[in-house]
């Protein structure tokens, strides 16, 4: 069982910068791939950033270049630096975690909203 709660979300100009934490606890932290995901309204919820447990990332187009997820195995704890923002770029953002033997868990979300 993993619980996972995100925080850092909030209003932003455009060209602005918000850094998200998803923090988890109950497990393994270490052995697990961490997903960044957002849901806009309307709108199905779509992969952002992945990092693997060996430290692989990988990012949908729309954000590469601009956005970058690490995590800190010691602190339990999974990050996504989000520079450049757009207001194409609002949405809920939830963080999810994968393990082939233990399955998944997602976070409650936390909401970005880049408007000026």
């Known amino acids: 069982q993993v619980q996972l709660v995100e925080s850092g979300g909030g209003l932003v100009q455009p060209g602005g910068s918000l850094r998200l934490s998803c923090a988890a606890s109950?497990?393994?932290?270490?052995?697990?791939?961490m997903h960044w995901y957002r849901q806009a309204p309307g709108k199905q919820r779509e992969l952002v950033a992945t990092i693997t447990s060996g430290g692989i990332t990988n990012y949908a187009d729309s954000v590469k270049g601009r956005f970058t997820i690490s995590r800190d195995n010691g602190k339990n704890t999974v990050y996504l630096q989000m520079n450049s923002l757009r207001p194409e770029d609002t949405a809920v953002y939830y963080c999810k975690a994968e393990n082939v033997r233990t399955g998944y868990y997602w976070g409650q979300g936390t909401q970005v909203t880049v408007s000026s």
């Open positions: 109950g497990s393994i932290f270490s052995g697990y791939t």
